[in-house]
């Protein structure tokens, strides 16, 4: 206490260079404490960035789900629906584009983005940035492109995924974000960041952000790297500087601003670890949602595909020796016909509602999981053989219930296929495979709802796998031919017509007819091929019978689906008729009942109709059209199913259903002929009852061409 008395002076110099030293460390500390508060909150704003952009991407990923379920072939009108509806949900996008094989078809709005409608993405440099198209289709994730001036003239960014059907590329999925200078949408208001790529070109944000120092933070988003950055402001350290002068002009209330300081201190630290806090937590939930969404199915909230495998390998890992798994594959029958009558959405409803059942329903599954469309598997471990009918029954039993949707009742069944563990593989892909087989098997067993895996199965797939081999070959050497079935007037006893019906002769097996082979050639994607060389065989052989003095006799011949897609249809038609010199009247199509219930193929059914071509339905009846869709059929014809014929003299109801075509037929003036009629009473029955036209074993097999010029010569 003396020693401060006797040198007050010392004391006060001592205590103001503490001081001045204090508040200079403080000065550089809270200096320091500003630019982590900026660069943490700098932080926050990359975060909200890159969570605004994934919420642009969700777009992307509904597209693609969607563009997975309805096909790239999906109708228009639901593919554009679709798109406004995506389009309006989101105010800041300008263009969401589905681009088969990269050709941009599909485009919502047109307006303002016509310019870019019908181009390649592939090819046209102006749609996208060197090398991001090649990016985007070798990495199968999604890529950015931009921000950068869009081929429409404005500013923008472009986010794509490229679509695949296993490791067979389909297409492209786009969305295209509006961009100005300010980016409201991307940017909290008002904010004071900017964006930069990694060569500091400036992208979006504040325009005055070159202005004095700056703070930087690395943002890495899909295929971008991004400095998003902010201007250090130098208010912020005249605040500091001020507080300081205050605190040395302000000697007496050193302590008073000691202990604000400290508790300003205390409160920023508080509301920093607050931030943090909130900042962890959405970290927390958002990775929690992407682990659902990256395992889940998002409509049925079940496992996806991807959850299934990586689960059935886990299981297949730890079985113990004796352990055993079955697995059951299924699928809806006849799912198809509810997209395309009721629509997706509906078929989406009928998906859900059922694994809602499938899941509530009390069976002892380890693991059930949707992945595909309609296609959901089950493993049960430790099964009884014996049980495995059991469980395919209450499987089937609970599929078969009732729906009422869509204002419809629907009946559903399924087709379930089943493989066993360690029985017939030890491979998660062999299980999966064999199922797979299995089921496609049940399905055209008339018998029970489900087969187990037999290895008979295995060979008769690879049979027809080693028939789809030989196919190219088949064509190359001439082994196809044909043979023709007359059409006759059963009263008059004229030959009206011929079939045309193609046979393989087979180097090894002998003479096969379509059945052996039909299904192979559809699955080797071979079917228009074989259709063109059938047309053009026919034509060939009308043109030799004709110039050996046998009069020309309408053949008809057998076309698939498939055919539809082939280019130029017409024109090739044309082409080969004019070839041989044949008008097209000689020629008759006939399409199946299912092909002719697609209203896309109506406008070319109408072409071929108008060019002369006669065109039949085959099968009538049998699938699930009515009388009432004769009137929308672009069709000169229809022919009666054997099915019905074979019913006459045994079912009444046959007999109606032949009656009731015959009558509807007559009064929309189209041309009628029953095949398949064996016996005497069947051809009486169609006479009596104005269906004379026929074609059957009763009258001629099938015979080949030679045969038929001795017949009509």
Request: proline fraction near 4%; charge should be negative; include cysteine.
């Amino acid at each position: 206490m003396a020693f401060i008395r006797k040198k007050p002076l010392t004391i006060i110099l001592v205590f103001i260079l503490v001081l001045q030293f204090s508040l200079f460390y403080y000065y550089s500390l809270s200096v320091d404490r500003e630019y982590r508060a900026e660069k943490a909150n700098l932080s926050s704003q990359a975060v909200m960035l890159t969570s605004n952009i994934e919420q642009k991407v969700s777009i992307i990923k509904g597209v693609c789900a969607f563009v997975d379920a309805a096909g790239l072939k999906a109708d228009p009108t639901l593919v554009q629906n679709y798109l406004r509806a995506q389009f309006h949900n989101f105010p800041d996008v300008k263009n969401i584009v589905i681009a088969p094989d990269g050709i941009i078809r599909y485009l919502y709005p047109q307006n303002g983005n016509a310019v870019v409608e019908g181009k390649n993405l592939l090819t046209d440099p102006a749609l996208a940035a060197p090398g991001i198209i090649q990016e985007t289709i070798a990495s199968r994730t999604i890529t950015i492109d931009g921000p950068r001036t869009l081929a429409q003239g404005d500013y923008g960014m472009v986010i794509r995924q490229a679509l695949y059907d296993g490791n067979t590329f389909k297409g492209i999925v786009s969305v295209t974000l509006k961009i100005n200078v300010r980016s409201d949408s991307l940017l909290p208001e008002d904010s004071q960041v900017y964006v930069m790529d990694d060569n500091n070109r400036f992208l979006f944000g504040n325009p005055d952000w070159n202005k004095g120092p700056q703070i930087t933070v690395p943002v890495e988003i899909y295929n971008q790297h991004w400095l998003i950055g902010i201007p250090l402001h130098s208010e912020k350290k005249g605040e500091i500087l001020r507080s300081i002068l205050w605190i040395d002009i302000a000697f007496l209330l050193l302590l008073a601003f000691i202990l604000y300081t400290s508790w300003h201190q205390s409160r920023f630290h508080r509301e920093l670890e607050r931030v943090v806090s909130i900042r962890t937590r959405d970290l927390r939930v958002s990775k929690r949602l992407y682990e659902k969404m990256a395992h889940y199915d998002s409509l049925t909230e079940i496992p996806n595909r991807r959850f299934f495998m990586d689960e059935f390998e886990r299981l297949l890992q730890m079985a113990e020796p004796l352990q055993t798994y079955s697995l059951f594959f299924f699928d809806l029958n006849r799912f198809k016909e509810i997209n395309d009558t009721l629509g997706h959405s509906t078929g989406d409803q009928v998906i859900k509602t059922l694994a809602d059942r499938l899941k509530s329903v009390d069976l002892p599954y380890k693991l059930f999981a949707r992945i595909g469309g309609d296609e959901f598997v089950m493993i049960f471990a430790d099964l009884p053989r014996k049980e495995i009918s059991t469980i395919s029954t209450r499987i089937s039993t609970v599929i078969s219930e009732t729906l009422y949707i869509a204002g419809a009742h629907l009946n559903l069944s399924t087709s379930i296929g089943i493989s066993l563990y360690p029985e017939h593989s030890l491979d998660k892909e062999d299980l999966l495979k064999f199922a797979d087989m299995s089921m496609y098997q049940a399905k055209s067993q008339e018998a029970g709802n489900y087969f187990v895996f037999d290895w008979d199965l295995r060979e008769k797939l690879e049979q027809k796998t080693k028939i789809a081999k030989y196919l190219q070959s088949a064509l190359e050497n001439r082994e196809f031919v044909m043979f023709y079935q007359p059409q006759m007037n059963a009263a008059t006893g004229e030959m009206i017509g011929m079939e045309a019906l193609i046979r393989w002769n087979h180097p090894e097996r002998g003479l096969l007819g379509p059945g052996a082979f039909i299904a192979a050639v559809e699955e080797a994607g071979l079917m228009i091929q074989l259709t063109d060389w059938v047309i053009r065989e026919v034509c060939r052989q009308l043109c030799d019978w004709r110039e050996r003095g046998m009069p020309l006799i309408r053949t008809s011949i057998n076309i698939s689906n498939s055919w539809f897609y082939n280019r130029n249809l017409i024109e090739s038609l044309l082409d080969v008729l004019n070839q041989y010199g044949l008008e097209t009247n000689v020629l008759e199509f006939e399409i199946t009942e299912s092909t002719a219930l697609l209203e896309e193929h109506y406008p070319l059914l109408q072409q071929m109709r108008d060019h002369g071509f006669v065109v039949s339905i085959d099968d009538f009846g049998t699938k699930y059209s009515s009388l009432n869709y004769l009137k929308h059929f672009p069709v000169n014809k229809i022919k009666i199913d054997r099915t019905f014929i074979t019913g006459i003299g045994v079912s009444s109801i046959d007999e109606t259903i032949i009656k009731s075509i015959v009558y509807v037929a007559s009064q929309l003036g189209y041309d009628l002929i029953a095949e398949g009629v064996e016996t005497e009473e069947q051809a009486r029955f169609l006479i009596e009852h104005n269906c004379p036209h026929i074609q059957g074993y009763l009258f001629f097999p099938p015979l080949p061409a030679e045969e038929i010029f001795k017949l009509a010569s």
